[in-house]
């Protein structure tokens, strides 16, 4: 069996992760940690079935366990990550820390320099498009689930060089819990029921740095503009993004969703769908999957639909099915 250890197991994401491991047939979860509920166990302090010991991560037993998931906000998870790595163990980090490739972009998109500097790059964790560098890491960085939705919703455009202009744009729709589970004024019930709100449009979200540098890896000579639209709506959990894209004229929409089939054709995760049918968020919420619909809007105009669990493929279980790559599992194993 292999153990793992949960750090952060009161957040949304670390909960996730907690309740998908315990399907899993090969693993153990050896230690779980809040730092401000330690002592307790996780049943007092959040309501639902899962329980299990609650440690600080000060206490926390990085010497017996083969991979610790880390689901703590950035800044505070690369720390933790260089402890467990001293320790022996294998790190999926959920948080931003380590999915930018350089210290100088890091401090760009996050406003303060990097911890650990030279612990850059690390290979970035979604296994459609780098399994070979996953399984041999020691460390790992789990994507975004904006970036998520939107690197598998163009990858293979962008693969295939059919792209005529770099400039891409997403409006996403993102469930509350994705904002994180700490009260904050703009996520309160009062605020988000019954209405949509944009934030952050245009070029300033984080994770338009982390989508930018990632696409860049298969657009060629093109550089790629993300022009980047989120919103809060009012659901718990799950992710649609719509992604706009211009393309060789040429193409009927037939042959653009080709691409995307034989793309994802052996990916267990990714789901194209047919002609006629658009992705919606209940295609893939409480699942490990993306769906994607392609239609072509008029000639050279493809819009993509790419939905994700904002909790799941956008964070738990995409670094379950992570871990899966490094520990020899299945890669499908505890996530159907």
Avoid at 45 to 74: E, M, N, R
Avoid at 246 to 264: H, M
Wanted: aromatic share 6%.
């Amino acid at each position: 069996m292999v153990r793992v250890g949960i750090c952060g197991v009161t957040g949304y994401a670390g909960y996730e992760a907690l309740r998908w491991l315990n399907r899993h047939r090969g693993v153990t979860v050896v230690f779980a940690t809040s730092e401000q509920q330690a002592g307790k166990s996780l049943a007092e302090v959040y309501p639902g079935p899962l329980d299990i010991a609650l440690t600080s991560v000060d206490d926390a037993p990085f010497d017996q366990v083969d991979v610790v998931l880390l689901a703590l906000p950035h800044g505070a998870a690369a720390k933790v990550a260089v402890r467990a790595l001293a320790a022996g163990a294998r790190v999926v980090d959920f948080s931003a820390d380590f999915r930018l490739d350089t210290p100088e972009r890091y401090a760009a998109w996050y406003g303060h320099a990097h911890g650990y500097p030279e612990m850059l790059p690390v290979p970035y964790g979604m296994p459609e498009r780098n399994r070979d560098a996953i399984r041999s890491a020691r460390l790992v960085a789990a994507p975004g689930c904006y970036p998520t939705s939107v690197i598998l919703g163009t990858m293979p455009l962008l693969d295939a060089g059919v792209v005529i202009d770099g400039t891409i744009i997403v409006d996403a729709k993102s469930g509350i819990s994705g904002a994180g589970r700490a009260a904050k004024l703009n996520t309160l019930f009062a605020e988000t029921h019954d209405t949509v709100t944009p934030y952050n449009i245009g070029h300033i979200h984080r994770h338009v740095g982390e989508i930018e540098q990632e696409l860049a890896k298969h657009s060629g000579a093109l550089t790629p503009t993300v022009l980047f639209h989120p919103h809060l709506v009012p659901v718990v959990r799950g992710m649609l993004s719509s992604i706009y894209v211009r393309v060789d004229p040429s193409l009927s929409e037939d042959a653009i969703r080709a691409l995307y089939v034989a793309r994802y054709a052996d990916e267990p995760f990714v789901r194209v769908l047919p002609a006629g049918m658009l992705a919606a968020m209940a295609h893939t919420t409480n699942t490990n999957m993306c769906a994607l619909s392609i239609t072509l809007t008029q000639p050279g105009w493809v819009t993509i639909m790419s939905s994700v669990d904002n909790l799941a493929k956008g964070a738990a279980t995409q670094a379950i099915q992570c871990m899966n790559v490094m520990c020899g599992f299945d890669e499908t194993e505890g996530l159907r």
